[in-house]
T-cell receptor, first 115, second 116 residues
Framework: QQQVKQSPQSLIVQKGGISIINCAYE??????FPWYQQFPGKGPALLIA?????SEKKEGRFTISFNKSAKQFSLHIMDSQPGDSATYFC??????????????FGQGTILTVHP | DTEVTQTPKHLVMGMTNKKSLKCEQH?????MYWYKQKAKKPPELMFV???????INESVPSRFSPECPNSSLLNLHLHALQPEDSALYLC???????????????FGPGTRLLVL
């Protein structure tokens, strides 16, 4: 119930295309869903995050779509660029209880954007 | 500023060595975390400190010993490690209170550890 399932494992997109990464969760106590971007040899960097009271959040070329009833959320990268090539992790956490502060990560998606 | 710094960037140690990893943040965050990350895998939580007290230990072997000297610093003491402990060790911090943004964790660049 603590799992977050992420797909696809890898994704190849042409420059200018749309990259879409999907995540699904089971635990309805999760109430905060961040996405992290990680380049090789670097730490994960927070990209964008959403709470379940909104269905969509957009920051520049990055958009999170959230479907509370389906317990799914996704990251859309518009106009994908070669510099977006990285590993993307979705995550979930809850606001309270003994698990407060614990991030549950998806398994990651390796995105490659071809020029 | 959302910077978490970690030293050293790289570390090579033998199985009988004792070494320490250091992490520092000046964002006023009161929760700090240690994660271990293997190649092509997500970070795995090791320890959580909340208000300088250890609040979560994810059943980590005793050869890893965390320490939080103050609210800005976090150390990870390493002793008698095994080759399978080779990984990227990440530190993170968060504000640690409920509410908007309180749960956001900011990661450092990591220490790449190789155990020979």
């Amino acid at each position: 119930q603590q799992q977050v399932k992420q797909s696809p494992q890898s994704l190849i997109v042409q420059k200018g295309g749309i990259s879409i990464i999907n995540c699904a969760y089971e635990n309805t106590a999760f109430d905060y869903f961040p996405w992290y971007q990680q380049f090789p040899g670097k730490g994960p960097a927070l990209l964008i995050a959403i709470r379940p009271d909104v269905s969509e959040k957009k920051e520049g070329r990055f958009t999170i779509s959230f479907n509370k009833s389906a317990k799914q959320f996704s990251l859309h990268i518009m106009d994908s660029q070669p510099g977006d090539s990285a590993t993307y992790f979705c995550a979930a956490t809850m606001n309270g209880g003994t698990s407060y502060g614990k991030l549950t990560f998806g398994q990651g998606t390796i995105l490659t954007v071809h020029p | 500023d959302t910077e978490v710094t970690q030293t050293p960037k790289h570390l090579v140690m033998g199985m009988t060595n004792k070494k320490s990893l250091k992490c520092e943040q000046h964002m006023g965050h009161r929760a700090m975390y240690w994660y271990k990350q293997k190649a092509k895998k997500p970070p795995e939580l090791m320890f959580v400190y909340s208000y300088e007290k250890l609040s979560i230990n994810e059943s980590v072997p005793s050869r890893f010993s965390p320490e939080c000297p103050n609210s800005s610093l976090l150390n990870l003491h390493l002793h008698a490690l095994q080759p399978e402990d080779s990984a990227l060790y990440l530190c993170a911090s968060s504000q640690n209170w409920p509410g908007q943004g309180g749960q956001t964790q900011y990661f450092g660049p990591g220490t790449r550890l190789l155990v020979l």
